[in-house]
């Protein structure tokens, strides 16, 4: 029954996204359908066959061979940090970021993460009849992350329709940073994390090709070189020392936004608590309802339509909003001891849900790096859609989470 159900669910997310949709007419369901079923294989083939499950793991493990010289470059600086049984969230998922990040720029310095994130999107693209460079930078967010990948396609988003870029503005909702992965696996299990990313980007493009159907010419189906002419320039070790000071950055970034939104949480559900407590004290009620009850109000039907039984719906709706309001770091820290002993259905649901930068923070983040790239007409007219940017991205964890959620049981 709960297997009906997620198929339901899956039907339901879309039905969702065709009922938003700017121009419902321009739906091109052929190419949404050859999207599906790519999705279908990539959730059975990771999920399901034994190559598959092997492959993710493997990556897994190789992140996690990574994360470890990570541990030791943090080891050296402070050892107390690391030689512990239970390491802090933030040496032990954070810290790794001064590795990460560099060596993603390295290959950038070189030109091979170019060649690879090209050779790929052309694939994508002949294979989903997308244009070209919607695929491409669905393929360049999978390595560099939503800003990252506004900021070196900055020629590319000058020379689009604002519908275009209206279509990037969303897919940008639904992308992590590569740089992030070895976080993200340190605290989730890996081989779901490396299940969801490609899945993301396959979702975003279906999702934004329904809410925002654009048909493009040929002689505007063109990409642009995602190399960066400055940096290149850059000597080498000077090039790595601005990389170094920017993951030092980005590390405090995420510190302070997880602890400001942890802080602020705890604060309004304490409120909650206090108000509820009183108002039921006089109406002689038992109990409080806090900020999570509130927020997973919202999305238990979602939760009920991922085929969750109804007791883990409703603690999964919790999550999964906490997810949207704050980030996914908040709801990581919170499972992160306790996600293994979850039933499988539940474990690959919230692990892949999770997966992704969709909260209101990056909003802000995708429309202020718009603003410095784009004119103030095209920017404009991105941020009357705001909404369903969110949507957008509410909608590929939701679909992501259902078409992993088909093969785990």
Do not use: C
Not at 115 to 134: D, M
């Amino acid at each position: 029954m709960f297997l009906l159900i997620n198929i339901i669910g899956l039907i339901v997310f879309l039905g969702i996204a065709v009922l938003f949709s700017r121009k419902k007419s321009d739906i091109q369901w052929k190419s949404i359908g050859i999207l599906v079923v790519i999705n279908l294989f990539l959730a059975w083939f990771f999920m399901y066959f034994p190559w598959g499950k092997a492959g993710v793991q493997y990556l897994a493990n190789g992140i996690a061979w990574v994360i470890d010289s990570a541990h030791a470059g943090t080891g050296f600086a402070f050892a107390s940090w690391v030689n512990t049984e239970t390491m802090d969230m933030a040496v032990s998922a954070l810290f790794p970021i001064l590795l990460v990040v560099p060596l993603f720029d390295i290959l950038m310095y070189f030109n091979i993460l170019p060649k690879v994130i090209g050779g790929i999107g052309w694939f994508l693209a002949k294979v989903t009849r997308q244009p070209k460079f919607e695929s491409f930078f669905g393929i360049e967010m999978m390595f560099l992350g939503n800003t990252e990948a506004l900021a070196v396609s900055n020629e590319q988003l000058k020379r689009m329709k604002e519908t275009r870029v209206l279509t990037v503005a969303m897919m940008a909702m639904s992308s992590i940073s590569g740089a992030i992965v070895g976080a993200y696996v340190s605290m989730i299990p890996g081989d779901l994390v490396l299940t969801a990313i490609p899945l993301n980007i396959i979702n975003a493009i279906i999702v934004s090709s329904i809410l925002n159907p654009v048909s493009v010419e040929e002689k505007e189906d063109v990409i642009y070189s995602i190399r960066n002419e400055e940096i290149e320039k850059q000597p080498f070790f000077s090039f790595l020392g601005d990389s170094v000071l920017n993951a030092g950055k980005l590390i405090l970034i995420i510190i302070a936004f997880v602890i400001s939104f942890v802080a602020l949480s705890d604060l309004i559900d304490r409120f909650i608590n206090l108000i509820t407590g009183i108002i039921g004290g006089w109406a002689g009620l038992k109990g409080s309802f806090g900020l999570d009850q509130i927020l997973g109000t919202f999305m238990y039907p979602f939760a009920l339509l991922l085929g969750l039984p109804f007791d883990e719906a409703w603690i999964v709706a919790q999550q999964m909003a906490k997810k949207i309001v704050t980030n996914e770091f908040v709801v990581m820290g919170q499972i992160k001891d306790v996600v293994d002993a979850y039933s499988p259905h539940r474990r690959a649901v919230i692990t892949t849900f999770l997966v992704s930068f969709a909260n209101f923070s990056t909003i802000g983040m995708i429309i202020g790096t718009l603003k410095g790239i784009v004119d103030k007409k095209t920017s404009d007219f991105v941020s009357q859609y705001v909404p369903m940017m969110l949507l957008a991205g509410i909608l590929v964890s939701l679909m992501t989470a259902g078409f992993v959620g088909l093969f785990a049981w």
